[in-house]
């Protein structure tokens, strides 16, 4: 291997592997960093994503330590992208949201993020009639959001220009890149096959894109229903959660379920036109895998986010860089 110069492989152009290599660029100057994929932008399941910063409760790391480092440090990654001039062009933009229940004031909590959002607190009385339906319970919270559709280009444009290669391929085994020093595998729910591993499994999700300018706060009720506010002034509606399915296509009942749901908590929603329909397979796996692989070697894997890796990219790939710095250096993976 040429020390000043390895050469890497990241497998994958999501939010995960477009992350990875920008960090890892920052970090290793001199080195030959490819991006492989064999899908990109409105392909694969990061352009999908509404990408609001709202962890679940069910995300989780290896530990409960390494989980809250992961979302404390992309919550910090992603405010100092907002406090310069790129974030417009970065697809980062900061809103207000509601999170309202009729049955359950668990759901309106949020443990992972309540200590670091600059607001997170019960809503009064009066707050629960903001939209329609019967709410009984409620929290506002101050949070972001991060456009993948913006980002990812965002990424790929400085990447390039600093020497990064993004090549299109099907990597059909991580041992077919033997040629390359360090191996990311950044492959969502492509890993699944790429490292036979039966605990990533696909939650199929479906948006609803509408143009909704007007829009300046996130909401959230029961049932998965939820309304973003975009910067291009295009809201995302969701949801659904269907666990196990590989059905890409769009599905006409679902799409009238959102419409629904979404429609039932802002009215004004009716009139909105309808530019987009998605639908993407969120890589599910519990933990989220961010290790090297065992037996020492070349190869660091990052992926199975479930529905928070847009969010959680930057902690979570810092974490798989500094593996991957230690492999190079020839170090004991050092602990996070
Ligand atoms: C409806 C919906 C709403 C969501 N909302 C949010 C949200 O609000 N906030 C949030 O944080 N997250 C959200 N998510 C989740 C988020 O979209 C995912 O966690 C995230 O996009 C995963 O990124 P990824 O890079 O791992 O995967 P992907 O974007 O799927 O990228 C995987 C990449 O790997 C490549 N690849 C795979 N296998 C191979 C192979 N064998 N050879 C070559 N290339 C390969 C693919 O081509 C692709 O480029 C949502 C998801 C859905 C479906």
């Given at each position: 291997?040429?020390?000043?110069?390895?050469?890497?492989?990241?497998?994958?152009?999501?939010?995960?592997?477009?992350?990875?290599?920008?960090?890892?660029?920052?970090?290793?100057?001199?080195?030959?960093?490819?991006?492989?994929?064999?899908?990109?932008?409105e392909?694969?399941?990061?352009y999908v994503?509404?990408?609001?910063?709202?962890?679940?409760?069910?995300?989780?790391?290896?530990?409960?330590?390494?989980?809250?480092?992961?979302?404390?440090?992309?919550?910090?990654?992603?405010?100092?992208?907002?406090?310069?001039?790129?974030?417009?062009?970065?697809?980062?933009?900061?809103?207000?949201?509601?999170?309202?229940?009729?049955?359950?004031?668990?759901?309106?909590?949020?443990?992972?993020?309540?200590?670091?959002?600059?607001?997170?607190?019960?809503?009064?009385?009066?707050?629960?009639?903001?939209?329609?339906?019967?709410?009984?319970?409620?929290?506002?919270?101050?949070?972001?959001?991060?456009?993948?559709e913006?980002?990812?280009?965002?990424?790929?444009?400085?990447?390039?220009?600093?020497?990064?290669?993004?090549?299109?391929?099907?990597?059909?085994?991580?041992?077919?890149?033997?040629?390359?020093?360090?191996?990311?595998?950044?492959?969502?729910?492509?890993?699944?096959?790429?490292?036979?591993?039966?605990?990533?499994?696909?939650?199929?999700?479906?948006v609803i894109k509408a143009r909704?300018?007007?829009?300046?706060?996130?909401?959230?009720?029961?049932?998965?229903?939820?309304?973003?506010?975009?910067?291009?002034?295009v809201?995302t509606?969701?949801?659904?959660?269907?666990?196990?399915?590989?059905?890409?296509?769009v599905?006409?009942?679902?799409?009238?379920?959102?419409?629904?749901?979404?429609?039932?908590?802002?009215?004004?929603?009716?009139?909105?036109e309808v530019v987009d329909v998605r639908?993407?397979?969120?890589?599910?796996?519990?933990?989220?895998?961010?290790?090297?692989?065992?037996?020492?070697?070349?190869?660091?894997?990052?992926?199975?986010?479930?529905?928070?890796?847009?969010?959680?990219?930057?902690?979570?790939?810092?974490?798989?860089?500094?593996?991957?710095?230690?492999?190079?250096?020839?170090?004991?993976?050092?602990?996070?």
């Open positions: 291997m040429d020390k000043s110069s390895p050469k890497i492989a990241i497998v994958g152009a999501g939010i995960i592997g477009m992350t990875v290599a920008k960090i890892l660029q920052e970090n290793l100057g001199k080195a030959q960093i490819s991006v492989i994929a064999n899908k990109f932008h392909d694969t399941v990061s994503a509404a990408g609001i910063f709202r962890p679940g409760t069910s995300f989780r790391g290896p530990t409960k330590e390494i989980t809250k480092k992961w979302i404390v440090d992309s919550w910090n990654y992603w405010q100092d992208i907002l406090k310069t001039t790129e974030a417009p062009d970065a697809g980062i933009m900061s809103f207000d949201s509601y999170i309202f229940s009729s049955d359950n004031y668990h759901v309106t909590r949020n443990h992972l993020i309540e200590d670091l959002v600059p607001i997170y607190r019960p809503v009064e009385e009066e707050e629960l009639k903001l939209v329609a339906g019967d709410w009984k319970y409620g929290s506002y919270f101050s949070t972001l959001k991060i456009g993948s913006r980002h990812i280009p965002w990424i790929e444009k400085r990447f390039t220009q600093n020497g990064g290669k993004i090549l299109q391929r099907k990597v059909d085994s991580f041992a077919s890149l033997s040629d390359y020093d360090l191996v990311f595998n950044c492959a969502g729910l492509g890993a699944k096959y790429l490292c036979e591993d039966y605990d990533l499994v696909p939650i199929r999700g479906q909704a300018p007007w829009l300046r706060c996130a909401f959230y009720g029961d049932y998965d229903t939820y309304i973003v506010p975009g910067l291009d002034g809201a509606l969701g949801g659904v959660r269907q666990y196990d399915s590989y059905n890409l296509g599905c006409k009942y679902d799409t009238a379920a959102i419409m629904e749901r979404c429609c039932g908590l802002l009215p004004a929603l009716k009139k909105a639908v993407g397979l969120r890589p599910h796996r519990v933990p989220t895998r961010v290790e090297a692989e065992a037996g020492g070697g070349r190869l660091v894997h990052c992926y199975g986010h479930g529905g928070y890796g847009v969010m959680c990219a930057p902690g979570t790939a810092l974490h798989a860089v500094r593996i991957g710095l230690d492999l190079l250096r020839g170090k004991p993976v050092s602990k996070l």
